[in-house]
């Protein structure tokens, strides 16, 4: 594992949880219950969905929740071979 991040869970599971599972992102794919798991070709398309997401966010906790989950997903997206992990519930 090279980085991890817990501090944002409940905000994170707030703002994921108003896109529509059934859409054409990646980041409605994150089970807040179950575990999730994108390689870095998926990191690459769910980055994409970060700049949309942060107008559905209602408070400073959220936008902390989508800058460090973008940060992760770059990461991810940048190393091959690399994989970022969603731990649910």
């Keep these: 594992m090279l980085r991890g991040s817990y501090e944002h869970c409940g905000a994170l599971a707030r703002t994921l949880g108003t896109l529509d ?10 089970d807040p219950y179950g575990d999730t798991l994108f390689n870095e070709q998926e990191a690459e398309f769910a980055r994409q969905e970060i700049d949309a997401l942060t107008l559905r966010c209602t408070d400073e906790h959220q936008m902390a929740a989508l800058h460090d989950l973008a940060t992760l997903l ?3 997206a940048a190393t091959p ?3 970022l992990w969603f731990i649910g519930d």
Aim: charged fraction near 25%; hydrophobic fraction near 25%; aromatic fraction near 12%.
């Design 21 to 30: 599972r059934h859409g054409p992102g990646k980041l409605a794919w994150v």
């Design 81 to 83: 071979g690399s994989y």
């Design 74 to 76: 770059e990461e991810c």
